[in-house]
């Protein structure tokens, strides 16, 4: 994976990153999310008064226990599924495309029996790429280097 460039939507400008424990259930449980989609980070932002996006180098440190998933998968859906309700799991860092909300929607629909699996894979194409890596614990956030803050024009 060596090094790579990331982004992270916020509101501020974030020269130290945190792993984030909010009250909401994320695709790969707690952290910091980024991405590797410029475009993304820039919606991402834009949910803020103040957008801008926060860009690192990451050397990733090969002791870290990383998942990736490669393409949305049965184990990238299970994944998510279980970290939505809230398991924790092991992994330093986790990387692969996002369940947006309408994803989300089929998940939940899924997980309620309202669709079948095959179902929700027919429907889960998404209409643009999306990305996110997670940076959930201490050790992986030294991985991050930050480079510099842009504003996001709205």
């Known amino acids: 994976m060596g090094k790579m460039t990331v982004y992270h939507g916020s509101y501020t400008l974030?020269?130290?990153?945190?792993?984030?424990?909010?009250?909401n259930t994320k695709d790969f449980g707690n952290g910091f999310y980024c991405t590797i989609i410029k475009e993304q980070a820039e919606r991402w932002a834009k949910r803020y008064e103040t957008p801008c996006v926060n860009i690192y180098t990451v050397r990733l440190d090969t002791s870290l226990k990383i998942l990736e998933f490669k393409e949305m998968t049965e184990e990238w859906l299970?994944?998510?599924?279980?970290?939505?309700?809230?398991?924790?799991?092991s992994y330093d860092i986790?990387?692969?495309?996002?369940?947006?909300?309408?994803?989300?929607?089929?998940?939940?629909?899924?997980?309620?029996?309202?669709?079948?699996?095959?179902?929700?894979?027919?429907?889960a194409?998404?209409?643009?790429?999306?990305?996110?890596?997670?940076?959930?614990?201490?050790?992986?956030?030294?991985?991050?280097?930050?480079?510099?803050?842009?504003?996001?024009?709205?």
């Open 14 to 23: 974030v020269k130290r990153p945190e792993i984030i424990v909010g009250r």
């Open 94 to 123: 986790v990387i692969g495309a996002m369940a947006n909300d309408q994803i989300y929607n089929f998940i939940a629909d899924y997980i309620e029996g309202i669709i079948t699996r095959e179902q929700f894979w027919s429907m």
């Open 78 to 89: 299970n994944f998510i599924i279980s970290c939505r309700h809230g398991e924790n799991h």
């Open 125 to 154: 194409r998404f209409k643009y790429p999306t990305h996110q890596i997670n940076f959930c614990t201490k050790e992986a956030l030294k991985c991050l280097e930050f480079r510099t803050c842009e504003e996001v024009a709205l």
